[in-house]
């Protein structure tokens, strides 16, 4: 439940140049004069947040675009949109505009109501559908974390610089005796080469001395300038790699981006914590600790459409129990598989099965894990191990049988992995993770593959 806020300021219309100066009149005229309640600027951090606008998901969700969700106009982003105005009847010009957007927004409707959109369509247009106005995820930061929050705002309609909108709210539990310690909204909109333009400004506008983040509501793009500033400037990136559109070859880049010491984090491996801990937990007991060198058989199922939480658990594994990945195979259809074999540092071959299920009832988070086993050829070892979400239960799983009995948990579906307090528990930490890093290693090599 979001914590109530406090408007000082509705969303504001300024020029660049005036946006520090109407803040400060913000809190001049809230400092606590009088008897009425004094409102304090907070002071702890700056988070910018770069999201696209909806036009590339419903570009693609109608069969016109194929590349990656960024909110760059680009040549591919031009083409798309010139064979939809074509398709539509409009003036094929290459730019977007709010009827084009509206048209798409029709269309894809119209789609839906056929059952003609995919789960990964479906869930990239509701993705990509930012809040002008500052509320929603951005509301629930502010209420525990009172900060600064920076919103580019990209758009593929006519090159006409950028607006820019300045906003005030304050979290009703975030108040000592008479005062509120209050959030700053600023919100710029533009075409993605305007940012790179001002991007200067935009480095400036995070507060000086104090901890920056960048949550990248995107898909990477190394060669884009904007990217490359921000990321070299901020204390972190973080990004989301359950929403990306190309899952593989952007969860590639994350690897990358970390091979060079890129401060990075993806809430999408922060989802794993409860599989990780429960498949630790299995192994726990002195009687099963040897076991786990005994595993050669891995089976991960996930919800069809986004394979990255089962590689990244895979990737995990294979950290810990120092397997190197040899080969990858893929298959597609009703599934989606990928076949992965590894070897021990004996020689030993191990083989991974990773399954994308198309399921009915698919929740907030695409590909969220949905059941994982861990066995053995050797009959005779204590390790095999079955984890499955509540809802889905661990039916194919035991199906499988076999002459082991299975050690079976249930992950339960826990509020504090929904995507806010995921981010606002990042918000609060510091230094590099060094299992992250280490596991993205192998999941880097996996898809290399």
């Not at 005779?380 to 050690?407: F, H, K, P, W, Y």
């Amino acid at each position: 439940m979001t914590t109530p806020l406090v408007s000082l300021q509705a969303p504001k219309d300024v020029s660049l140049d005036y946006i520090d100066n109407e803040l400060r009149q913000i809190w001049q005229m809230y400092s606590g004069s009088g008897d009425g309640l004094a409102a304090t600027r907070a002071s702890t951090f700056s988070i910018l947040v770069y999201e696209p606008d909806a036009i590339q998901p419903l570009l693609s969700a109608l069969g016109f675009y194929t590349g990656p969700i960024d909110g760059i106009a680009g040549p591919r982003t031009t083409s798309a949109i010139k064979a939809a105005q074509k398709a539509y009847n409009f003036e094929v010009t290459g730019v977007s505009s709010p009827e084009l957007m509206n048209k798409l927004q029709e269309e894809f409707k119209a789609k839906s109501a056929q059952g003609k959109v995919n789960i990964t369509e479906a869930t990239a247009v509701k993705q990509y559908s930012p809040d002008m106005e500052g509320a929603g995820i951005a509301d629930a930061i502010a209420s525990t974390n009172p900060c600064r929050i920076i919103a580019l705002v990209s758009t593929t309609e006519e090159d006409e610089g950028v607006k820019a909108q300045v906003s005030a709210y304050c979290p009703v539990n975030k108040r000592s005796e008479n005062s509120l310690i209050c959030c700053e909204y600023i919100t710029i909109t533009g075409v993605s080469s305007a940012f790179e333009r001002i991007s200067g400004i935009i480095s400036e506008l995070m507060i000086p001395d104090l901890p920056k983040f960048i949550w990248w509501k995107a898909g990477i793009d190394e060669e884009y300038s904007l990217f490359q500033r921000l990321t070299k400037e901020c204390d972190r990136i973080i990004v989301d790699s359950s929403i990306f559109a190309q899952p593989e070859i952007e969860l590639l880049k994350i690897g990358q981006l970390l091979e060079k010491d890129i401060p990075l984090s993806d809430i999408n491996w922060a989802r794993l914590s409860s599989w990780q801990e429960l498949t630790a937990e299995a192994f726990d007991p002195p009687e099963r600790r040897s076991s786990i060198w005994e595993v050669d058989q891995v089976t991960i199922d996930y919800e069809k459409g986004n394979p990255n939480q089962a590689l990244m658990f895979l990737g995990w594994l294979a950290s810990r129990l120092n397997w190197q990945p040899k080969s990858c195979e893929r298959e597609t259809g009703d599934y989606e598989i990928h076949k992965v074999t590894l070897t021990n540092p004996e020689g030993k071959i191990i083989k991974a099965e990773l399954a994308g299920i198309p399921v009915g009832d698919w929740g907030e988070i695409l590909g969220d894990l949905i059941s994982l086993k861990l066995t053995s050829t050797n009959l005779n070892a204590d390790c095999c191990t079955v984890l499955c979400s509540e809802t889905t239960g661990c039916m194919r799983m035991e199906a499988g049988g076999g002459a082991q009995s299975c050690r079976v948990q249930q992950v339960t579906s826990l509020a504090d992995q929904e995507t806010e307090n995921l981010l606002s528990k990042e918000l609060q930490r510091w230094g590099k993770d060094a299992l992250y890093r280490e596991s993205m290693a192998f999941t880097k090599q996996i898809l290399e593959l």
